[in-house]
């Protein structure tokens, strides 16, 4: 089953992303690399793994099966925590492309701020430097704040192309979204059907997807889409992965995006990256 065309959104730095792809966080060895293989068969061409992942062999081989030319994909990873640092995040996208048996990304993120250890701008630095060298075609970064991110810029003059974080009706991030608009950089939606937070249950969600037609889990997804944030949700189901890509054949009208606001549980219900940390 292929899945519908996928407009590009445009990156500060000149390139673009597709605006769907798939998460990775649904299996693991031959399961994950056959049903990757699957999706990019099905037309999925953004990919979002992570050396934290341990799946990075997994997602390599998947883009290797799928026979798929290896610059069609859009592969992004990210710089672990433990690797943060001058010379050691060298060393962590040297390892991931072996992982991912691939001579560059498409895009690589810092995973966690990690602000206790204050090593954000070296890292941040250094893939300045990989991606001058051509190992990395553009550079973000995942889970900063207004203010994590003004530090990165301020120092080298360059704001990330991309910043994902965890974002769905029931966690809006407003502000923090409101931030990267107004400075071109692409919010990436994490867990974007809002799991954990039974944005799947709620009622809202089911009359809206009633009345247009389509899933539950689509409404979530184009209301992230509508205000031009990529998403990456992942399923091993082809029909869920199917109707989570097909997004852009219906619209949310001003009142859904009304009802849908009232899902929001606030900024404080998110992980918060001051303080949350991950190695
Ligand atoms: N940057 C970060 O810090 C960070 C953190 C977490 C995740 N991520 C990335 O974001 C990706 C997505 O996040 P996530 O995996 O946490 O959450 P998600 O994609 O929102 O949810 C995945 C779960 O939802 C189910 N699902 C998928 N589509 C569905 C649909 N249409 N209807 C009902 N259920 C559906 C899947 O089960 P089935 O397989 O049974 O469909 C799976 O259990 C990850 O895979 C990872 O790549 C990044």
Redesign the pocket.
Known sequence: MTIPAIPQLPLLDGGSIPQVG?????AKGNELADTLAQAIGEGFRLL???AQ?ANEGAVGEAIRRSGVDRAEIFLTT?IAGMDQGRGHTRHGLTDSLRRLATDYVDLL?I??PNPSRGLALETWQEMLDLQAEGLVRHVGV??FLPQQLTELHDATGVWPVAN???L?PALARTELRAFCRERGIVVEG??????KEGT?EQLVVKKIADRIGV????VILRWAVQQGCVV??????PE??H??ADLFGFELTDQDMTDLATLDLGEHAAWDPNTHE?W
């Open positions: 798939t998460g990775t966080l649904i979002d793994t992570a992942y990210k993120l995973h966690w995942s889970n994902q974080i965890q769905s994490w867990s974007p059907l809002g799991q799947m899933t539950k889990g689509q990456i949700p992942a399923s091993k189901n869920r992965r109707a989570n991950e």
